[in-house]
Structures are given as C-alpha cells and as structure tokens.
C-alpha cells in the first residue's frame, strides 16, 4: 500500500467518523487508529488499487502517526492539533471546515483556529471595506456554528492547560517504570489459525517475505476424529467442550461430592470421576456416548517455527536486561518492602460458619461467590440471603474489595457491597476469548443473550472523614492497569490469572485473601479459603496458632517463616 493510498484512506475515515460524532478529543494516536480500522470504506475508492484490500491495520501504527503530522499542516479540509511526550502521540482535536471552503491563507502552520480568528487578514483597516470582509466574514461564522468537539470550543489558553493536566506526573511515570513487565510473556496467534492457510495466504501477498513459509506466531492443527464432521465447522467451546478429554482431565474441575477423592486425597498418578454438569455444550448429553461432532483444535507448534522471521524482526534476540529502577520509597503498599511475599496459604472450610474473626485484617478481598443465577451450575450455590449474612466486613478496617458478579449477580452484588460496609469506586470487565483468541458468541450463561464477559466490581471499605468524604487507603496506586481484561476461558468460574497482577500492582505486599478459592487459585501472598482445598497449609505462626486454639480438632500442615526463607 502506497502512502497516497492510504492518505486517501485515512482521510475519508477521519471524515465519516467527525461527521457522525463518534469522537470524544483528546485521545491517543492509538485509539485513532482502532476507530479509522473499525470505518467501512466505500467499494471502488481506488481505481487501481495497488493491494487488493487496502485497509489499516494495527500494525500501521507508526506510518500511521506519520500521516496525522503531515496532515496537521497540509490538509485543506480540516485542522488537526497533535502534541508528543515520552514518544506518545496525542491528538488534541481534529475540526472539520465548512463544506465549500479551503483552509484560511492566514491561519498558523499549527492549525491554530482559535489565533486565525483573531487575525482573519492583515491589511489597511482604513481601506477595508465591507464589500472586501463579507467572503471571510461568512466563513468563520460557518466554522463557529460547526460542530465541533468539547475541546474545539475552548480557548487557546484552556486548551494548553487541559493538555498540561493530561500529562503523566513524573511519580505516575516512575510507578509505571517499577511495575513494568520484566518477561515479554505475550505469544500472538495467526489470523488463518493454521499452517496450511497461513502459508497460503503468503504465498498470495506478493509482500511478504519468501525465507519462512509461515509466520512466527502461534498456530493451530484440527483434530480429526473418527466421529469428527468437518462441514460443521469448528465447535463454539473448543477446548472447554465437555467432550473434550482434556477438558474433563484438568486438575481444576471438581471430583463429584461425597467420593474419596472430594477432599484433595487423590492417590498419585490417579484421577477420580469429574463433576461435569449434564445438558450443556455441544457434547454435554451422554459425554462419552454422544462425543462432540464438530472441530476442535490443538497447538500445533514444531521446533524451529519461524525462526527465520523471527531473526529478521529482532524478536530471536536474547532479552536485554531492564535497567535498575529508581529507589524512590514509593507504591511499595501499606507495609513498605519489609514484609517477605508468603508461600500459598489455605483453609479448607464451610464459608458459612467458619469463624473469620480468627483470620485477623487484610488489606484486600478477592471474593468470586457461587451466586444463584438461576442456572444449572457444577457446583453447589448460596442464596442472596447467605451472601447477605457473610461476615465480610469482619476482614477489613480499610482496604479493597474484589467481588466478581455475572447475570442478576450484577445488582445482587453491588448491594452485598453496601450491605458489608463497603463504596463501589470502580469496575473491571473480562472480555472471554475462546482457545483461538476470539470473543466467544456462545456462552454458558444468559437467559436473554449469551453473555461473553464477566463484570469485577471494586469496592472500598466505607470510612469518611470529619466532613463526611470518603477516604481511600493512601498506599493504594492508582492508575497503572486500565479496567478492561482480555483473556482466554477456561473451566467453569475459573477466572483469567491478569487479575491477581492487577490487584498486586495497585496493593504490593500487604495481607490478601481470596474466598471461595480453589485449588488453582492459591498463589504466593494469598491466603485462600474454599471447600475443595484439602488440609489446611498456613505459614503465619500467629494465624496458625489461633485456628489451633478456636478449631483444636483441624489438621493443618504448618511451617515456620524460617523455613521458607532458608530454602
């Protein structure tokens, strides 16, 4: 694609997406870019195109960027503010002209409309005439009473201070810097899903490179089966359908209540039967008798896939190691760098009669509840007035609450979080992937539509001041993650992983609890009460201690800080 082409392009975006009011100034270069992506391009633009399909991508980011400073100062149509800082560019405000009219001769290389406004023409004021004006007169009275953004109606002065007010403060940066990712973990997935069409569709695009046949991202390989119909087309559950054996072999699942196996007693290299609930999926009825028609897929990955590509796009070098951070004592959490990160910590236990007065206070609360949606569940649920009746509040005198909410949970939820004492500040949403990387359209849950996201409602303990304002806890960092998680599904209620980042960066360190946990959701840091945990493992010799004296019967396995530390 040529860069008039895509001038052109961009030009008939930005257009169709000021007409229709679909912008809100100022925002990232990036999030332009999404918009101008998402715009349907009218058939026939190109005569002779030079790529059969030119469009933006993503990845166009940089000519992208290109393209707005050059239209900044050239484009005759409209007006474009831009500003840069720590290599991001902004766009401040884009302003469309009257139909009919060209840029004004005097307005400013900057696109300043506020300044050309005040200068319409420079010449001799006694031999202006009204005759001479009228022309330019019309024309800004059309531009005044042209829709334009919030931002666009401001003064100059305005205008530069709510640019000042956008910048990051240096202490906004330098917590950026320390919670910065060290492992590039982030593996992309081919668009053709498969080798074959991956190398297809190169082979078809004269610019793409002919060392590898295949891209360097992840790819995938169906699974033929002697049952597998492939005119179906590929199965909405993919690897979470329950006639997949993988699915049904993850250690996640829960083994059917009352067996031997209910209480985390597997003999090794053993499994036992799985609780599978019974009429959902697209293999859900007889399991075994009635497998699963459609495709489903695995990883296919062989050694040295895409090595070549790789090498070329720099992304086959080693890491480089991350320069040291400031050492500044800031966003280090309520207790600062003193307190050792714990091994896993649980208790197995009925949630709703276990005494969590012994527990002692925590600085969060990660809670995904079994609520009664009304839906057939693989697992036992609790009634809104068992949720109500949880002694919560008895965890915190100050902190934040994670609660995760789905279907009439939603308002169920948040009044639990008033009930328990607690301010709904924010919410966080997961938007569920399937094993291909694409929103789901076929949920489990929804009985109006199918529901392909999940909500986190994030609440804090409700303490004010003497003038009745709601406080919130100093040592929270605010600001780092955004409220959007993209993640792929799993088992049944498991929850993505990116969650536990995001509470650990806005609260390093400090006491974390998760309640109605599972196995796999006990990780260091955390201590995580739930049914289905098996003996209890606690490292605090004082939390230890108090079970013992509260429940002497428990069997827990205990070990001291020194222990831990030493090995």
């Keep these: 694609m040529s860069d008039d082409e895509l001038r052109v392009l961009a030009i008939i975006a930005l257009t169709s997406l000021l007409s229709s009011e679909k912008l809100l100034f100022p925002m990232s270069a990036m999030k332009l870019l999404t918009h101008v992506v998402s715009t349907k391009v009218p058939s026939g633009l190109f005569v002779n195109p030079s790529s059969p399909n030119i469009r933006f991508r993503l990845t166009d980011q940089p000519r992208f960027e290109r393209l707005l400073e050059e239209l900044s100062q050239t484009w005759d149509e409209g007006w474009i503010s831009l500003s840069r800082e720590n290599n991001t560019l902004t766009v401040q405000d884009i302003v469309l ?10 307005e400013s290389i900057s696109g300043d409309v506020t300044a050309s406004r005040k200068r319409k023409r420079v010449i001799d004021e006694d031999a202006d005439s009204a005759a001479g004006d009228e022309e330019t007169e019309v024309f800004y009275e059309e531009l005044s009473s042209h829709a334009t953004s919030t931002l666009g109606s401001l003064t100059r002065e305005m205008r530069e201070a709510y640019a000042i007010l956008q910048r990051g403060s240096a202490r906004g940066r330098l917590l950026a810097e320390q919670f910065h990712s060290t492992e590039e973990k982030f593996e992309a997935i081919c668009s053709y899903i498969t080798k074959d069409d991956c190398a297809k569709a190169r082979s078809l695009n004269p610019g793409s490179s002919s060392i590898s046949t295949i891209c360097d991202r992840v790819h995938f390989r169906a699974l033929i089966r002697p049952h597998t119909d492939i005119t179906l087309g590929h199965c909405s559950y993919l690897n979470t359908c329950y006639s997949e054996p993988t699915y049904s072999q993850s250690p996640s699942i829960p083994p059917f209540p009352g067996t031997a196996h209910s209480h985390g007693q597997v003999p090794p290299n053993t499994r036992g039967p799985v609780s599978l609930p019974s009429g959902l999926g697209a293999g859900g009825r007889g399991k075994e008798k009635a497998p699963c028609r459609y495709l489903h897929y695995e990883v296919d990955w062989d050694e040295g896939d895409g090595e070549k590509s790789r090498a ?12 040291k951070v400031h ?5 280090q959490g309520p207790m600062g760098n003193s307190m050792p990160v714990l091994p896993p910590q649980w208790i197995n236990c009925d949630l709703r009669r276990f005494d969590y007065s012994v527990l002692g206070k925590f600085h969060v609360i990660m809670a995904d509840p079994p609520w009664d949606i009304h839906m057939s569940l693989p697992y036992g649920t609790m009634t809104d007035d068992e949720m109500r009746a949880m002694p919560i509040p008895t965890l915190q005198d100050e902190g934040l609450l994670f609660l995760w909410v789905t279907g009439r949970a939603m308002e169920v939820g948040r009044e639990c979080m008033r009930v328990w004492g607690y301010t709904r500040v924010d919410e966080v949403i997961w938007v569920k992937t399937n094993q291909l990387q ?9 009985h109006w539509l199918n529901h392909t996201k999940e909500h986190m409602l994030v609440g804090v303990k409700t303490v004010t001041d003497e003038f009745g304002a709601l406080k919130f806890p100093s040592w929270v960092n605010r600001g780092l993650d955004t409220d959007v998680i993209v993640s792929e599904v799993r088992e049944t209620s498991r929850k993505p ?3 536990y980042g995001l509470i650990e960066r806005m609260c390093p360190g400090g006491r974390k609890i998760e309640v109605f946990g599972r196995k796999h959701n006990t990780r260091p840091g955390w201590l995580t009460l739930g049914n289905q945990l098996g003996p209890d493992q606690i490292y605090e010799e004082d939390l230890a201690a108090r079970i013992k004296a509260k429940y002497p019967e428990r069997n827990m396995n205990t070990m001291k800080s020194s222990d831990f530390e030493d090995s």
């Design 97 to 106: 002209y009257p139909s009919g009219h060209a840029r004004p001769i005097t």
């Design 312 to 323: 070329m796009n720099g992304k086959g070098k080693e890491a480089v190691k991350r320069k």
């Design 327 to 331: 050492k500044l004592g800031i966003g």
């Design 438 to 446: 694409r929103v789901i359209r076929t949920g489990r849950t929804g």
């Design 497 to 499: 992983d990116e969650v």
